[in-house]
């Protein structure tokens, strides 16, 4: 599997299942087992605060759009997604660097390829807000392990350490009593 961007790449993996968001998206597909590329719903956004509590800045994915071209022995997939950047009172003017993700993941959820990206935005002097659209193009095989497969693709913004934590916090232990055996008299 490869990706091909028209900007500098990372290449990073991380384990990461998630949910798609209700973002605008289009998919246009050719083929029964093309992937519906989505963004990651709790990492299409992500902001900068300043020590005060102030935004400097946020940043969102929007507008997803792809198209399908299944062929003999492989997928290959293109996609559009914007970054949107706005500034917020406390913004320094200066450039801003956003690293998103690309993660090819099976139909059971087990991400098996990822890479991140950076984009980096630097709003006018005068400006509240930037733009830019990211193309990415992914190459998947048709099968995977002697198998058709319905890959997924998600996007999103590389999660924070606090992001981590909060899907991999084990649960507090809870003492579970059995209930008493029926005629114990208790």
């Known amino acids: 599997m490869s990706t091909y961007r028209s900007l500098p790449a990372l290449a990073v993996l991380l384990g990461l299942a998630a949910c798609s968001s209700d973002e605008q998206q289009s998919v246009v597909s050719q083929g029964p087992?093309?992937?519906?590329?989505s963004?990651?719903?709790?990492?299409?956004?992500?902001e900068m605060r300043a020590a005060d509590g102030q935004v400097e800045w946020t940043a969102r994915l929007a507008n997803l759009a792809s198209i399908c071209d299944a062929r003999e022995f492989d997928y290959t997939v293109e996609m559009d997604v914007v970054v949107d950047l706005r500034t917020g009172p406390a913004f320094r003017?200066?450039?801003?660097n956003l690293a998103y993700f690309v993660?090819?993941?099976t139909p059971t959820g087990e991400v098996i390829d990822k890479q991140s990206f950076v984009v980096i935005l630097e709003p006018g002097r005068n400006e509240r807000r930037a733009l830019r659209r990211e193309t990415l193009?992914?190459?998947l095989p048709l099968s995977y392990q002697g198998e058709?497969?319905?890959w997924s693709v998600l996007v999103g913004f590389e999660p924070t350490s606090q992001q981590v934590r909060d899907r991999t916090e084990e649960a507090p232990s809870v003492d579970i009593v059995p209930p008493s055996a029926p005629g114990s008299g208790q």
């Open 33 to 37: 087992y093309c992937p519906k590329p």
């Open 39 to 46: 963004i990651v719903a709790d990492l299409n956004q992500t």
């Open 93 to 96: 003017p200066g450039p801003v």
């Open 103 to 105: 993660a090819v993941a």
């Open 137 to 139: 193009r992914q190459r």
């Open 148 to 150: 058709r497969t319905t």
